[in-house]
């Protein structure tokens, strides 16, 4: 299966479905499950941060809107820089 995003194009195994076909899913994520249930990805669409001084920072603020409702504080250790030589 080949899904197509802004920027990227994942491909999953035959034999992922689409979460949204079975049950409700937020309009600012895409689930895909492995008709086995090994597996689950799950996509979450995030808006662009207005004028972060870098990319951590717009990660830090996605990171702890993600998790502040279940985790309550959040803490990031340590961020290095990661290179993606495949992606465009």
Do not use: C
Not at 3 to 12: A, D, G, L, M, V
Not at 26 to 51: A, H, K, M, W
Not at 67 to 78: F, I, N
């Amino acid at each position: 299966m080949t899904r197509s995003f802004q920027n990227t194009t994942p491909t999953f195994a035959n034999n992922a479905i689409m979460y949204s076909n079975i049950r409700q899913v937020p309009d600012n994520q895409e689930v895909y499950l492995d008709t086995e249930g090994f597996t689950s990805v799950v996509f979450d669409i995030l808006e662009r941060v207005d004028d972060p001084t870098d990319d951590v920072e717009a990660l830090n603020y996605h990171l702890h809107d993600l998790v502040e409702e279940d985790a309550g504080e959040t803490e990031v250790w340590t961020t290095k820089q990661a290179v993606f030589a495949k992606l465009p």
